[in-house]
């Protein structure tokens, strides 16, 4: 029989005022097991935890209780506390009575009567909990970053110069992301390229830091500070030990229809490529669907032309295997797509552009070379609309619920550089509200209001009509002066809400990180945990978790950075005791087990067992600890209930069932 | 200490997976959306962790109504769990209605951790059917009805 302690909080008032916390003092001493219950202020505090360690030593206790707020709150913390005064952490249980009692209930009768039940059901597991001992595994000295912008380079930046190793795997061809292709950047205007290339050639440059870029990551498997990691090198169709970045092959080749990535489809690229300029690494790839050598097999006009041999049509696809103790995830971001929204044209006329468009066309490099001019008949414009809000904050399932963050503040970018370079043209911007709680922000806003004549206009557009003579009627509103707005525009840009980037989903399945509705990633805890993952050893940063802009994102990259190397800086960690364990004398070796369990942790042995005096070798089902997460899936398969859970056994669950069934 | 004997109180067992319901369920709570008491959360890893056998002592002891929560399809912390419960399920619950448990006493939710107004929704709409449905009255050990 163990004997129990329980100990009711009060959380000041938030139990207090709803659960009558003597009272339930009160009834749970008279449970089985119970020697020992009380009551006190804030249990989580020093004083609190002391109470624990007094009683465990006054009344040898072998179990505790504590009736408190989430266990996802402070399990650990009386886990701890219950280690410190001499128990094993694992003979604590939580009574959730704030959370799930006094904060959503109001009849303080029904309120306690539940918290007593919360407390009988903790009580009843704790009656058969048992010592559980976490085992210890390595921490591989390194890290993986998925995702190459702003945000994976920061992190990477960071986790190197604290003197891990660090690779960062990104897709496309260059590291950089979106932050390469802007233009200017608010809230300071100053230029993306020049801001971001240093920190690109830094990255590139670092001994500690190695670049994958046309790769993607395959496969995961292993677990915090022991991941194995499958990544993809694409053929490149360039070898980039020789490639010497000159450039010759992309001005050589016949091929130059493919719609460019970088800019958006606004021009085209050849088909042996480098996105940029800038791009890092300057080694180019040859597009296979777009070469003309590799539809027809006739061409091979980049072969002939490389002074350093680099072109190698052969190169396959190669898979890197490596090791990692931390993964930061920064995917990044991209525009929605615009077919659920056929009231703004986008479709139908060249001149209606996204916020991403107008940026490439407003850059010197982009495909108007940084003239602002109409796409349709490359004619200067001379009055412009801009459309807030275009999918953002949306009520219906065309578009995205959230505030996309970023727009406002872009759009008044875009307003004030339009107005400054090009003082004839008109700007008006449709809005629902402005948003610009940030450092600057609103100054910001007001300059463009106040010192660039920018039109605010406070509404929403409803049609934007292709005219025939080449114009874009603007159908709006005007809420302030409660009338309708006709006005006949050259260009309408579209402040196009941001989603995370679609192949975002498979990086949370490979790494087991849970995603919310909008596909943003989730993190271990809203306010506490922002840049770590639920899922142990896997970490957040930049815009895959959330709309952040440059300043918060890099930000949050460093903060995740921290965690990586915080994590990276250990030699051994301790593993989840939680885990199955198979009854030898009720195993038959079915193997209905290990076809569930997703981390492959089960295996089979030749095992001597003693049937009740039958001495025979049977083949046993066998969980390895390291492996083994505890999910349970193996236990409700098992067909012989010979599989079982430490922490959540068979009988603690049922233990549960009866107390609360009472 | 019943509050009034008259009233139909059911019991009602929501078994909410640790990473994403429990986690949903809290929110609810830390956001002050209310549901009937009636309700007690049973904290599991995974919804994949709830065996049948569960639900039917649940019933054998009294309960009304078994709710089981977890993640969405796909965002399982464990990746397939919820895959094995959602089977599983299906096939518990219908045998239970064949053996007159009616399918409206058990239910399946996915309610991520950022659903708190989903947990409290559900739980208000499972509570109110289970109050449309009245007693329990099969399956249960006689002896726990008082
Ligand atoms: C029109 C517009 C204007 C903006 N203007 C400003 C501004 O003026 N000032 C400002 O502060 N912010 C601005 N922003 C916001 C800014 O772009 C973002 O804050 C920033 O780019 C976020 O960086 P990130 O690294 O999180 O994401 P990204 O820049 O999207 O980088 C993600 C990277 O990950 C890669 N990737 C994605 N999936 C995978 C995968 N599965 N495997 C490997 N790699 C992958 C992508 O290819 C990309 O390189 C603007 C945004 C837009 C749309
Ligand atoms: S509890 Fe889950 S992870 Fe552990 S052995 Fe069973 S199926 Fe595998
Ligand atoms: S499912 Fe059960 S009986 Fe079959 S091998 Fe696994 S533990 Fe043994
Ligand atoms: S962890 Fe929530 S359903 Fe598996």
């Known amino acids: 029989m163990q004997r129990i302690g329980v100990f009711v909080c009060h959380c000041g008032s938030n139990i207090a005022a709803t659960v009558d916390v003597k009272k339930v003092v009160e009834m749970v001493a008279m449970e089985p097991g119970v020697v020992h219950a009380e009551d006190y202020q804030y249990m989580c505090s020093e004083a609190g935890q002391a109470k624990i360690a007094e009683a465990v030593k006054e009344k040898n206790l072998t179990g505790i209780v504590v009736c408190s707020c989430s266990p996802r709150m402070h399990e650990n913390t009386f886990r701890t506390a219950a280690k410190r005064a001499g128990i094993n952490p694992y003979m604590v249980e939580i009574a959730n009575i704030r959370e799930h009692c006094s904060w959503i209930h109001k009849n303080v009768e029904e309120a306690t009567e539940k918290a007593v039940i919360l407390a009988r059901a903790a009580i009843a597991k704790v009656n058969l909990n048992a010592p559980l001992f976490p085992g210890e595994s390595r921490v591989t000295k390194r890290a993986l970053v998925i995702g190459g912008g702003i945000a994976g380079i920061q992190t990477a930046l960071d986790i190197a110069d604290a003197g891990y190793e660090v690779d960062i795997v990104e897709k496309t061809p260059s590291i950089g992301g979106r932050m390469s292709q802007l233009d200017k950047t608010f809230p300071t205007l100053d230029c993306s390229a020049c801001i971001l290339t240093p920190k690109m050639v830094e990255a590139a440059a670092h001994e500690k830091i190695t670049i994958y870029t046309y790769s993607e990551v395959e496969k995961v498997s292993g677990f915090v500070g022991d991941f194995t990691v499958d990544i993809r090198k694409k053929a490149r169709s360039v070898d980039a030990n020789k490639c010497t970045g000159c450039g010759v092959c992309q001005e050589k080749c016949p091929s130059k229809k493919a719609p460019s990535e970088f800019n958006r489809g606004l021009n085209t690229r050849s088909a042996i490529y480098t996105p940029f300029a800038q791009a890092i690494p300057n080694v180019p790839v040859i597009d296979r669907d777009a070469c003309i050598k590799f539809k027809t097999g006739k061409c091979g006009v980049c072969e002939k032309v490389c002074q350093a041999g680099a072109i190698d049509y052969t190169q396959q696809d190669e898979i890197v295997t490596q090791k990692y103790g931390a993964i930061v995830v920064a995917t990044g971001f991209d525009t929605i797509k615009l077919d659920n929204y056929d009231e703004y044209a986008y479709n139908q006329s060249k001149d209606v552009i996204t916020s991403l468009e107008l940026e490439r066309i407003m850059n010197a490099a982009g495909p108007t070379k940084g003239h602002l001019e109409r796409l349709s008949d490359g004619k200067h414009p001379h009055e412009i609309v801009f459309v807030q809000c275009v999918g953002s904050r949306c009520s219906d399932n065309r578009g995205k619920s959230y505030c996309s963050k970023i727009c406002c503040m872009y759009t008044a970018k875009h307003a004030m550089l339009i107005r400054d370079k090009y003082p004839d043209v008109n700007v008006t911007v449709f809005y629902i509200d402005v948003r610009t709680p940030g450092k600057n922000f609103d100054e910001f806003y007001r300059r463009a209001v106040e010192e660039y004549g920018v039109n605010y206009v406070k509404g929403q557009v409803g049609k934007v009509i292709p005219q025939p003579n080449g114009k874009l009627l603007v159908q709006g509103s005007d809420l302030l002066d409660n009338k309708q707005i006709f006005k006949e525009a050259d260009m309408v840009v579209l402040a196009t809400a941001i989603e995370p980037e679609a192949s975002v989903r498979q990086i949370a399945t490979m790494l087991t990180a849970s995603i919310d509705t909008n596909n943003f990633l989730t993190e271990a805890h809203p306010k506490l945990r922002p840049v770590e993952s639920p899922t142990a050893g896997v970490f957040l940063s930049g815009v895959c978790q959330g709309p952040k802009d440059i300043p918060e994102t890099v930000a949050q990259a460093g903060a995740a950075a921290v965690k990586a190397i915080g994590l990276l800086a250990k030699d051994k960690l301790t593993t989840n005791p939680c885990t199955a364990k198979a009854d030898e004398l009720m195993c038959n070796g079915c193997s209905t087990c290990a076809n569930v369990c997703p981390y492959g942790a089960i295996s089979y042995e030749e095992k001597e067992v003693n049937d009740h005096g039958i001495r025979e070798t049977r083949r046993i089902a066998v969980v390895n600890n390291a492996l083994c997460q505890g999910c349970g899936a193996c236990t409700v398969t098992c067909p012989s209930g010979a599989m079982d859970l430490q922490g959540f056994s068979n009988r603690q669950i049922i233990a549960e069932v009866d107390a609360i069934c009472r | ?146």
């Open chain 2, 1 to 146: 200490m019943s509050i009034n004997n008259e009233e139909f109180r059911p019991k009602i067992v929501a078994f909410c997976c640790n990473w994403c319901s429990y986690a949903g369920a809290d929110l609810a709570g830390s956001s002050r959306l209310a549901y009937p008491a009636d309700v007690k959360i049973i904290r599991v890893p995974c919804s994949c962790r709830v065996n049948p056998m569960f639900i039917l002592r649940a019933f054998e002891k009294g309960a009304d109504g078994v709710i089981i929560c977890g993640c969405h399809p796909g965002d399982c912390h464990y990746s397939t769990g919820n895959y094995y419960a959602r089977r599983r399920m299906t096939l518990l619950f219908s045998m239970l209605d064949y053996m007159g448990v009616e399918n409206g006493r058990t239910r399946v939710e996915w309610v991520s951790a950022a659903e708190g107004v989903k947990f409290s929704q559900t739980m208000n709409e499972f509570v109110e059917k289970i109050h449309s449905l009245g007693e329990n009255v099969r399956l249960g050990d006689l002896r726990c009805k008082n």
